[in-house]
Structures are given as C-alpha cells and as structure tokens.
C-alpha cells in the first residue's frame, strides 16, 4: 500500500502506538482528562464568593474551563478582581483567603455532587496498572487528587501524586519532583493532559506529551507527539504495544 493512499488518522494511531511502547510510567493531569468537576465547582465558589461579598456571581462550568489547569493563584488573580476590588497582588491574603472559602465548600460538593468521570477510567487504570506506573500531577491544591481517588475508586493503581498545593512550583518543576521522587526517566515517561499549557509543561521537564482531545482545551499538533479521542485508548494502544513486543520476542519495558 502507497503511504498517499494510507489515510492520515490511520497513519497517526500508528505513530502514536509505536512510541507508547517505549514508556513505562504514564503520568495525568485530572481535569479535562480524568474527569470534569466545572459544574460541581462552579456551584462551590458561587457559594463562596455570596458569602464573601453578597455578590451573585453566577459562574458556570464554561467559565472555570478556561480558567483550570492554570495554578491556584493565577485562577485567583484572574477570577476574583470583579467581586473583591483591587488585584491579587496588592492583596494576596484577602483573594487566598476567598480561595480557601470556596476550596471547603468544593470538598463538600465533591461528595454530595460528584463530577463527570470520563469513560472507563477507572476500568482502564486497573488494565494498564498491571504493566505500567501511573501518576497524578495537577496544578490543584492539596487534597484534591485524593478526593479524585476516592470518588473514581482508582487509589489502588495510582503508585504516587504531587500538585501545585504540595509544592508550590509550576507543573513542569512538579512534575520534575515526582519523577526524580520515583525514579523516572524521562525518555520512559509520558503525560496525559488536555491543555497546550499541559504540553508546554511536560516538555519542559522534558518528557513526552499526550493530548486528551475530548477535554478542555486544544493542543497543536507540533507541541503533542499523540492524541487519544478517549480515555479507553490509552489500553488499545498498549496491548498494540504489548502485542508486537511479544512478537519481537521481548516484555513491553524492553
């Protein structure tokens, strides 16, 4: 067959599962590609920001989806000017502290309201787990990736997790300390987000770059070196994997 008659999304799952065999530690970022908490949470800090100032703020899950996966701060200092007066940085404590008020009402809807989890997730994660490490890094606060565990029923498969509320640094320098915490090489590592600033972060630690085409965000093509339209693909691509290693007469860590 001619490479010009192969068709272009063919030849781009091709490309996408040979280099999936070469990783051995998966790495996620949560929101928009694990599951998409914006109604819950826009609910939390409509909560919040009444409390604070009498304000209805009315936000919705659209809203915060252009706002998430940016740091705890940076969403403070883009979201909260409009209801407390002033900028973040001539009152850092007073939008830190609304912040804190809407993170408490957030782990009360979490349970009560939960979030959208994308499809197979967790079905998924105990398939992959068997031959590969999985992570969590996010620029969430602290408490946040537990809370995601425990409602999805994936803690037993995740081996570690680390976000913006444990370390304070960019996702690309937490990123760095979860790998050099767990011994991970960067040519056998890959992270699976949705957002251009996910790409941007995993090839700062200098590792590869999966898009998640059904969250938030888009990712150009030159700044991902895969893309899956579902979560489920990540287990198609690795037994595609799995599969020719075992023909080549080798284990997939190979």
């Not at 200092?77 to 912040?99: I, K, S, V």
């Not at 680390?162 to 690309?172: A, E, I, R, V």
Request: with cysteine; glycine share 8%; net charge negative.
């Amino acid at each position: 067959m001619r490479t010009a008659n192969v068709p272009l999304a063919y030849m781009r799952q091709q490309q996408m599962k040979g280099i999936f065999m070469n990783y051995d530690s998966l790495i996620f970022d949560i929101d928009g590609t694990l599951w998409d908490s914006t109604e819950t949470i826009a609910h939390s800090y409509n909560k919040a920001i009444f409390e604070t100032t009498g304000i209805e703020a009315g936000l919705t899950a659209d809203d915060l989806k252009r706002l998430f996966g940016k740091t705890m701060d940076d969403i403070a200092a883009e979201l909260f000017p409009q209801y407390l007066g002033g900028c973040f940085e001539q009152d850092p404590e007073r939008y830190r502290a609304l912040a804190r008020l809407c993170y408490i009402h957030q782990d009360e809807d979490l349970f009560t309201d939960p979030p959208f989890i994308y499809p197979l997730v967790r079905e998924t994660m105990e398939k992959l787990e068997a031959e590969k490490k999985l992570f969590i890094v996010s620029n969430c606060q602290s408490g946040y990736i537990e809370q995601f565990m425990d409602i999805s029923g994936t803690r037993a498969f995740i081996s570690d997790w680390l976000c913006f509320g444990d370390t304070g640094l960019p996702k690309s320098e937490t990123i760095k300390q979860l790998m050099s915490k767990n011994g991970l090489h960067k040519e056998n590592t890959v992270y699976v987000g949705d957002l251009e600033g996910d790409a941007d972060s995993a090839h700062a630690a200098g590792i590869a770059f999966i898009w998640a085409s059904y969250g938030f965000g888009n990712v150009p093509e030159a700044k991902r070196e895969g893309m899956i339209s579902s979560f489920a693909v990540l287990l198609s691509t690795f037994r595609f994997a799995s599969s020719q290693c075992a023909q080549a007469g080798r284990s997939p860590e190979a």
